[in-house]
Protein backbone atom coordinates (compact mmCIF):
# COMPACT_ATOMS: atom_id res chain seq x y z
CA UNK A 1 0.00 0.00 0.00
CA UNK A 2 1.16 3.46 -0.93
CA UNK A 3 2.30 5.42 2.18
CA UNK A 4 2.91 8.98 2.48
CA UNK A 5 5.61 10.61 4.47
CA UNK A 6 3.60 13.97 6.49
CA UNK A 7 5.20 15.38 9.80
CA UNK A 8 7.76 12.88 10.11
CA UNK A 9 4.84 10.05 10.45
CA UNK A 10 3.94 7.40 7.93
CA UNK A 11 0.49 7.42 7.31
CA UNK A 12 -1.13 4.48 5.27
CA UNK A 13 -3.56 5.69 2.05
CA UNK A 14 -5.78 3.98 3.59
CA UNK A 15 -6.23 6.46 6.22
CA UNK A 16 -7.01 9.32 4.08
CA UNK A 17 -10.51 10.29 3.78
CA UNK A 18 -12.17 8.07 1.12
CA UNK A 19 -13.43 10.81 -0.74
CA UNK A 20 -9.51 11.71 -1.42
CA UNK A 21 -8.61 7.79 -2.14
CA UNK A 22 -11.59 8.29 -5.17
CA UNK A 23 -10.51 11.23 -6.61
CA UNK A 24 -9.62 10.35 -10.29
CA UNK A 25 -10.51 6.98 -10.25
CA UNK A 26 -14.05 6.91 -11.06
CA UNK A 27 -13.80 9.90 -13.61
CA UNK A 28 -16.12 9.30 -16.66
CA UNK A 29 -13.75 8.31 -19.70
CA UNK A 30 -13.16 11.64 -21.90
CA UNK A 31 -15.03 11.37 -25.20
CA UNK A 32 -12.70 10.77 -28.47
CA UNK A 33 -12.63 13.84 -30.67
CA UNK A 34 -13.36 13.67 -34.06
CA UNK A 35 -12.41 16.51 -36.57
CA UNK A 36 -13.39 16.36 -39.92
CA UNK A 37 -11.74 19.17 -42.08
CA UNK A 38 -13.96 20.93 -45.26
CA UNK A 39 -12.85 22.19 -48.59
CA UNK A 40 -9.78 23.97 -49.83
CA UNK A 41 -8.26 22.65 -46.55
CA UNK A 42 -6.72 19.62 -44.97
CA UNK A 43 -6.05 17.67 -41.96
CA UNK A 44 -3.25 19.99 -40.75
CA UNK A 45 -5.99 22.70 -40.27
CA UNK A 46 -6.71 21.25 -37.06
CA UNK A 47 -3.39 21.28 -35.54
CA UNK A 48 -3.43 24.31 -33.17
CA UNK A 49 -6.86 22.44 -31.60
CA UNK A 50 -5.30 19.18 -31.91
CA UNK A 51 -2.30 20.79 -29.21
CA UNK A 52 -5.10 22.11 -26.98
CA UNK A 53 -7.27 19.08 -27.13
CA UNK A 54 -4.06 16.69 -26.52
CA UNK A 55 -2.75 18.78 -23.73
CA UNK A 56 -5.93 18.87 -21.65
CA UNK A 57 -6.00 14.70 -22.04
CA UNK A 58 -8.05 13.80 -25.00
CA UNK A 59 -7.73 11.65 -27.40
CA UNK A 60 -8.37 13.23 -31.13
CA UNK A 61 -8.71 11.73 -34.56
CA UNK A 62 -8.35 14.04 -37.72
CA UNK A 63 -10.17 12.13 -40.08
CA UNK A 64 -9.93 11.69 -43.94
CA UNK A 65 -12.62 13.39 -45.45
CA UNK A 66 -12.56 12.99 -49.63
CA UNK A 67 -14.35 15.90 -50.28
CA UNK A 68 -15.83 13.68 -53.29
CA UNK A 69 -20.14 13.90 -52.07
CA UNK A 70 -21.78 14.22 -49.36
CA UNK A 71 -23.04 10.53 -48.57
CA UNK A 72 -19.83 9.34 -49.80
CA UNK A 73 -17.92 10.92 -47.37
CA UNK A 74 -20.32 10.69 -44.64
CA UNK A 75 -19.93 6.89 -45.41
CA UNK A 76 -15.74 7.53 -44.51
CA UNK A 77 -16.61 9.32 -41.58
CA UNK A 78 -19.38 7.16 -39.98
CA UNK A 79 -17.09 4.13 -40.56
CA UNK A 80 -14.32 5.75 -38.39
CA UNK A 81 -16.41 6.87 -36.02
CA UNK A 82 -18.28 3.27 -35.28
CA UNK A 83 -14.76 1.55 -34.64
CA UNK A 84 -14.10 4.24 -31.62
CA UNK A 85 -15.46 2.64 -28.31
CA UNK A 86 -17.15 5.34 -26.09
CA UNK A 87 -18.81 8.44 -26.98
CA UNK A 88 -17.41 10.71 -29.76
CA UNK A 89 -17.52 14.68 -30.36
CA UNK A 90 -17.94 14.67 -34.08
CA UNK A 91 -16.17 18.49 -35.39
CA UNK A 92 -16.68 19.68 -39.12
CA UNK A 93 -15.06 22.95 -40.44
CA UNK A 94 -17.18 24.56 -43.62
CA UNK A 95 -18.55 21.78 -46.29
CA UNK A 96 -17.52 19.41 -43.24
CA UNK A 97 -20.46 20.18 -41.13
CA UNK A 98 -22.58 18.44 -43.67
CA UNK A 99 -20.14 15.66 -43.79
CA UNK A 100 -20.94 15.33 -39.69
CA UNK A 101 -24.22 16.09 -39.55
CA UNK A 102 -25.16 13.16 -42.02
CA UNK A 103 -22.49 10.91 -40.53
CA UNK A 104 -23.92 10.96 -36.97
CA UNK A 105 -27.02 9.38 -38.25
CA UNK A 106 -25.46 6.24 -39.27
CA UNK A 107 -22.99 5.86 -35.93
CA UNK A 108 -24.87 5.63 -32.42
CA UNK A 109 -22.31 6.72 -30.32
CA UNK A 110 -21.71 10.57 -31.46
CA UNK A 111 -22.74 12.65 -28.62
CA UNK A 112 -21.75 16.13 -29.48
CA UNK A 113 -21.71 17.87 -32.86
CA UNK A 114 -19.63 21.35 -33.28
CA UNK A 115 -19.93 23.33 -36.52
CA UNK A 116 -16.44 25.35 -37.07
CA UNK A 117 -17.68 28.20 -39.58
CA UNK A 118 -19.61 24.97 -40.95
CA UNK A 119 -22.72 23.99 -42.98
CA UNK A 120 -25.57 22.40 -40.75
CA UNK A 121 -28.01 21.74 -43.57
CA UNK A 122 -31.58 20.60 -43.10
CA UNK A 123 -32.70 17.86 -45.63
CA UNK A 124 -32.49 18.54 -48.93
CA UNK A 125 -30.12 21.78 -48.83
CA UNK A 126 -26.81 21.90 -50.42
CA UNK A 127 -23.94 23.98 -49.33
CA UNK A 128 -24.31 26.13 -52.38
CA UNK A 129 -27.86 26.99 -51.46
CA UNK A 130 -26.68 27.90 -48.54
CA UNK A 131 -23.64 29.87 -49.26
CA UNK A 132 -26.41 32.08 -51.53
CA UNK A 133 -29.14 32.03 -48.42
CA UNK A 134 -27.62 35.64 -47.68
CA UNK A 135 -25.61 37.96 -49.20
CA UNK A 136 -22.01 37.99 -48.30
CA UNK A 137 -19.84 35.20 -49.84
CA UNK A 138 -17.18 36.27 -52.41
CA UNK A 139 -15.79 32.86 -53.16
CA UNK A 140 -16.83 32.45 -56.49
CA UNK A 141 -14.99 35.06 -57.92
CA UNK A 142 -11.65 33.55 -56.37
CA UNK A 143 -11.95 30.21 -57.89
CA UNK A 144 -9.70 28.33 -60.06
CA UNK A 145 -11.19 27.22 -63.71
CA UNK A 146 -12.24 23.63 -62.72
CA UNK A 147 -9.93 20.61 -62.97
CA UNK A 148 -11.50 18.01 -65.56
CA UNK A 149 -11.31 14.40 -63.74
CA UNK A 150 -11.72 11.40 -65.44
CA UNK A 151 -15.13 10.92 -64.86
CA UNK A 152 -16.59 13.46 -66.12
CA UNK A 153 -16.44 15.73 -63.21
CA UNK A 154 -14.60 19.01 -61.76
CA UNK A 155 -12.33 19.28 -58.93
CA UNK A 156 -12.27 22.86 -57.79
CA UNK A 157 -9.55 24.89 -56.10
CA UNK A 158 -9.12 28.49 -54.73
CA UNK A 159 -6.56 30.65 -56.84
CA UNK A 160 -3.47 30.65 -54.93
CA UNK A 161 -2.95 34.41 -55.28
CA UNK A 162 -6.59 34.73 -53.69
CA UNK A 163 -6.53 32.28 -51.12
CA UNK A 164 -4.91 34.52 -48.40
CA UNK A 165 -7.32 37.54 -48.24
CA UNK A 166 -10.51 34.60 -49.59
CA UNK A 167 -9.98 31.93 -47.03
CA UNK A 168 -7.53 33.23 -44.48
CA UNK A 169 -7.18 36.81 -44.24
CA UNK A 170 -6.17 36.62 -40.50
CA UNK A 171 -3.73 34.21 -40.90
CA UNK A 172 0.15 35.40 -41.41
CA UNK A 173 1.02 35.18 -45.10
CA UNK A 174 3.30 33.15 -44.77
CA UNK A 175 1.29 30.21 -43.69
CA UNK A 176 -1.38 31.21 -45.95
CA UNK A 177 1.05 30.88 -48.45
CA UNK A 178 1.84 26.98 -47.16
CA UNK A 179 -1.95 26.49 -47.13
CA UNK A 180 -3.06 27.36 -50.07
CA UNK A 181 0.05 25.11 -51.82
CA UNK A 182 -1.78 22.23 -49.60
CA UNK A 183 -5.57 23.00 -50.46
CA UNK A 184 -7.65 19.53 -51.01
CA UNK A 185 -10.14 20.28 -53.56
CA UNK A 186 -13.32 19.41 -53.62
CA UNK A 187 -15.40 17.91 -56.50
CA UNK A 188 -17.87 20.33 -58.10
CA UNK A 189 -20.74 18.04 -57.16
CA UNK A 190 -20.53 17.66 -53.87
CA UNK A 191 -21.25 21.42 -53.05
CA UNK A 192 -24.49 20.86 -54.94
CA UNK A 193 -25.67 17.47 -53.38
CA UNK A 194 -28.32 17.67 -51.30
CA UNK A 195 -28.30 16.64 -47.35
CA UNK A 196 -30.62 13.74 -46.31
CA UNK A 197 -30.07 13.25 -42.40
CA UNK A 198 -29.67 16.50 -40.17
CA UNK A 199 -28.21 14.84 -37.29
CA UNK A 200 -28.36 18.55 -35.33
CA UNK A 201 -32.36 17.87 -34.82
CA UNK A 202 -31.63 15.71 -32.68
CA UNK A 203 -27.80 15.56 -31.25
CA UNK A 204 -27.12 18.54 -28.97
CA UNK A 205 -24.66 21.51 -30.95
CA UNK A 206 -22.35 24.27 -30.66
CA UNK A 207 -21.50 26.57 -33.12
CA UNK A 208 -17.91 28.70 -33.58
CA UNK A 209 -17.84 30.98 -36.85
CA UNK A 210 -15.85 34.75 -37.47
CA UNK A 211 -17.69 37.87 -38.24
CA UNK A 212 -15.72 38.39 -41.11
CA UNK A 213 -16.02 35.12 -42.77
CA UNK A 214 -16.04 35.56 -46.44
CA UNK A 215 -17.18 32.02 -48.12
CA UNK A 216 -20.29 31.64 -45.73
CA UNK A 217 -21.91 35.12 -44.55
CA UNK A 218 -22.18 35.26 -41.47
CA UNK A 219 -26.00 35.91 -41.48
CA UNK A 220 -26.11 32.17 -42.77
CA UNK A 221 -23.99 30.57 -39.93
CA UNK A 222 -25.99 32.73 -37.87
CA UNK A 223 -29.08 31.34 -38.96
CA UNK A 224 -27.96 27.04 -39.14
CA UNK A 225 -26.76 27.67 -35.41
CA UNK A 226 -30.50 29.43 -34.58
CA UNK A 227 -32.24 26.56 -36.08
CA UNK A 228 -30.16 24.20 -35.07
CA UNK A 229 -30.97 25.47 -31.43
CA UNK A 230 -27.35 25.56 -30.60
CA UNK A 231 -26.31 24.90 -27.36
CA UNK A 232 -23.69 28.14 -27.42
CA UNK A 233 -22.91 29.94 -30.14
CA UNK A 234 -19.44 31.70 -30.27
CA UNK A 235 -18.95 34.59 -32.95
CA UNK A 236 -15.38 35.77 -32.69
CA UNK A 237 -14.61 39.13 -34.07
CA UNK A 238 -12.50 39.44 -37.03
CA UNK A 239 -11.99 35.96 -37.51
CA UNK A 240 -11.68 34.57 -41.28
CA UNK A 241 -13.39 31.36 -42.70
CA UNK A 242 -10.70 29.37 -40.86
CA UNK A 243 -11.28 30.29 -37.75
CA UNK A 244 -9.85 27.26 -35.82
CA UNK A 245 -6.59 28.44 -38.01
CA UNK A 246 -6.05 32.14 -35.95
CA UNK A 247 -8.34 31.11 -33.24
CA UNK A 248 -7.45 27.74 -31.95
CA UNK A 249 -8.09 28.18 -28.08
CA UNK A 250 -11.73 29.52 -28.75
CA UNK A 251 -12.34 26.44 -31.12
CA UNK A 252 -10.90 24.07 -28.56
CA UNK A 253 -12.52 26.14 -25.61
CA UNK A 254 -15.86 25.00 -27.18
CA UNK A 255 -15.15 21.61 -28.62
CA UNK A 256 -14.30 20.85 -24.80
CA UNK A 257 -17.54 22.50 -23.74
CA UNK A 258 -19.51 20.17 -25.95
CA UNK A 259 -17.33 17.35 -24.55
CA UNK A 260 -17.96 17.81 -20.49
CA UNK A 261 -21.89 18.71 -21.19
CA UNK A 262 -24.62 16.88 -19.74
Known amino acids: ?10 LAAAAL ?12 AKPTIVLVHGAFADASSWNGVITILQRDGYTVIA ?9 TDA ?8 SIDGPVVLVG ?3 GGSV ?3 AAERASNVKALVYVAAFAPEAGETALGLTGKFPGSTLAPTLAPPVKLGDGGNDVYILEARFHDQFAADVPAAEARLMAAGQRPIAEAALGEASTAPAWKHIPSWFIYGDKDKNIPPATLAFMADRAKSRSTVVVKGASHVVMVSNAPAVAGLIEKAATAQ
Open 63 to 71: APNPLRGVR
Open 75 to 82: DVVSSLVR
Open 17 to 28: PLAVQAQGMNAP
Open 1 to 10: MKKLIAGGLL
Open 93 to 95: HSY
Open 100 to 102: ISE
